[in-house]
C-alpha cells in the first residue's frame, strides 16, 4: 500500500540551553528526552520542522547542542530561528544550526517540491522581533511571491539543500 499523505513532525521552543531545573520546572524535556524524540520523529515523519526557538539565548554553546540533537535526524529538518535564537549573532546561529545540524534554515525564502507526485511549500520567517524600522509589508511580499511559485507551473526543486 502506497503511503497517501506527507507526515509532519513539527516542534517548536525547545529553548535548549535553559537550565535542567527549568525545563523540568515548565514540563521541557531534556537533552536526552529530545535526542529520542528526534530519533522517533525520522522513524514516523517524512520531515521535521522547527518553528523558532532551538534556544534560550542564542549563544553558541546552546546552538550547538540543538545541532547534534537535529544532527542524528535520519529524514529532512527544516527550521526558522526563533527572537531567542538570533539574540546574539543571527549568522552564528544559521551557520552553526545549517552546517553542524544539518537543517535547512528559511529566511524569508521558501521551497517547493513534489511529495507522491502532489506539489509541497513550505515558506518561512526568522523571528520577529518588532523595531522601529520593520514592518510586515516585506514578509507579505515573500509570502505572496511564495504563494504564486508554489501555484504555478513550475516546480523549483531544493532536494540539494536539504541534507537527508
Request: glycine fraction near 8%.
Amino acid at each position: 500500500m502506497t503511503q497517501e499523505v506527507l507526515r509532519i513532525a513539527a516542534i517548536s521552543d525547545t529553548h535548549f540551553g535553559a537550565s535542567e531545573s527549568r525545563h523540568r520546572r515548565n514540563g521541557i524535556l531534556t537533552y536526552n528526552e529530545y535526542r529520542s524524540n528526534v530519533k522517533k520523529m525520522s522513524q514516523e515523519a517524512d520531515v521535521i520542522i522547527h518553528c523558532g526557538d532551538f534556544t534560550d539565548q542564542g549563544d553558541k554553546e546552546s546552538l550547538k547542542i540543538a545541532a547534534s540533537i537535529f544532527s542524528d535526524a535520519t529524514k529532512p529538518v527544516l527550521g526558522v530561528l526563533g527572537n531567542h535564537d538570533i539574540r546574539q549573532d543571527f549568522e552564528m546561529a544559521t551557520e552553526i544550526l545549517s552546517e553542524e545540524g544539518g537543517i535547512t534554515l528559511f529566511d524569508g525564502n521558501w521551497m517547493v517540491d513534489t511529495y507522491q507526485d502532489q506539489r509541497v511549500g513550505f515558506i518561512g520567517m526568522p523571528g520577529f522581533q518588532p523595531r522601529k524600522d520593520h514592518h510586515l509589508d516585506k514578509e507579505l511580499q515573500i509570502s505572496q511571491q511564495a504563494y504564486n511559485e508554489m501555484s504555478g507551473q513550475q516546480t523549483t526543486r531544493f532536494r540539494q539543500e536539504i541534507r537527508r
